[in-house]
């Protein structure tokens, strides 16, 4: 890595090391241009500082816990009226691998690599669902990809009227 002098007047650099990480992106596609490579032009290395998520959506129960462990916010898990989902911010990845190994459902990966066009700035959906309600109080309480994994890995043991309810009102509900 290249450390050039601080100014006298600085502590720090005058640009946050990360803040140009995604400039290659555009460098590459220009390159590619100008050289008459067929684009894309995709470099591909587990040595990349960075990330794409990547979620196979019917083994994503919408948890959440991905987002919880990202160090940058580049996972967020957000619930809006009705529905929940799951964003991610090319941008802002770090590739750290913390989401891979919190996804108790192996649904999500990150693939390292640096495609010929530069990340979207705006948060890419990976997965929406439905907001499961509270038969009693109407609250949001659980995506309705939980609650559909819940019921398939219980099967017959499963007591579906509590998955009715959410945790407050179940208890009495129960009574």
Same mark, same amino acid.
Not at 13 to 20: I, N, W
Not at 41 to 57: C, D, I, M, N, Q
Not at 66 to 85: I, Q
């Given at each position: ?55 196979? #959506?019917?083994? $994503?129960?919408?948890?959440? +816990? *991905?987002? /919880?462990? =990202? %160090?940058?916010? @580049? &996972? ?13 911010? #090319?941008?802002? $990845?770090?590739?750290?691998? +913390? *989401?891979? /190994?919190? =996804? %108790?459902?192996? @649904? &999500? ?21 439905? +907001? ?44």
């Amino acid at each position: 890595m290249l450390r050039l002098p601080l100014h006298s007047l600085c502590r720090e650099p005058p640009v946050a090391r990360d803040a140009h990480r995604y400039r290659a992106a555009g460098l590459l596609a220009a390159v590619s241009r100008r050289t008459a490579i067929p684009e894309p032009v995709t470099v591909e290395s587990a040595r990349l500082p960075f990330g794409w998520a990547r979620v196979t #959506a019917d083994r $994503c129960s919408l948890c959440g +816990l *991905c987002a /919880a462990r =990202c %160090p940058t916010g @580049a &996972l967020r898990y957000e619930e809006r009226g009705h529905e929940t989902a799951l964003l991610f911010e #090319a941008a802002e $990845c770090a590739g750290s691998d +913390l *989401c891979v /190994a919190a =996804c %108790p459902e192996r @649904a &999500l990966e990150i693939v390292r690599q640096l495609g010929g066009l530069a990340p979207e700035v705006t948060p890419v959906l990976l997965k929406s669902a439905a +907001l499961r309600r509270c038969r009693r109080c109407g609250r949001g309480y659980a995506p309705e990809a939980m609650v559909s994994r819940i019921l398939s890995s219980l099967g017959q043991r499963a007591f579906v009227s509590n998955l009715d309810y959410c945790p407050d009102c179940r208890m009495t509900a129960a009574v």
